[in-house]
């Protein structure tokens, strides 16, 4: 079982910047990729930024942030962290922290349905 719980959410004029923390517990060794989602009101769950969890060399970011966000892993202090500069006010949204064991995954999973762990979310607010 592992238990993720992100923080660091909060309010932004658009420009600014937010940083996102994801604790990470529980059976942490039956996690190899990690990263964080976001859900728009009415609009459907999507990946933000993903990476894996050994090695870390493989990344993956949405267009709509590439060369905005940043995704670091701290492994000795079981935390992902999502740093977001030029927020927009269309990064609004709840923001969640997922990981998924895969070890026979034939491609790294970037869809919300191929991760089993979730957070429950942080709200991130950008302003115009």
């Known amino acids: 079982m592992v238990q993720l719980v992100e923080s660091g959410g909060g309010s932004v004029q658009a420009g600014g910047s937010l940083r996102l923390s994801c604790a990470v517990s529980?059976?942490?060794?039956?996690?190899?990729?990690i990263g964080w989602f976001r859900q728009a009101p009415g609009k459907q769950r999507e990946g933000v930024a993903l990476?894996?969890?050994?090695?870390?060399?493989?990344?993956y970011y949405a267009d709509s942030v590439k060369g905005r966000f940043t995704i670091s892993r701290n492994n000795a202090a079981n935390t992902v962290s999502l740093q977001m500069n030029s927020l927009k006010p269309e990064d609004t949204a709840m923001y969640y922290c997922?990981?998924?064991?895969?070890?026979?995954?034939?491609?790294?999973?970037?869809?919300?349905?191929?991760?089993?762990?979730w957070g429950r979310g942080t709200q991130v607010t950008v302003s115009s």
């Open positions: 997922a990981a998924v064991r895969c070890i026979f995954c034939s491609r790294p999973p970037t869809l919300p349905v191929q991760y089993n762990y």
């Open positions: 529980g059976h942490t060794y039956n996690i190899d990729y």
């Open positions: 990476t894996n969890t050994d090695s870390g060399d493989w990344t």
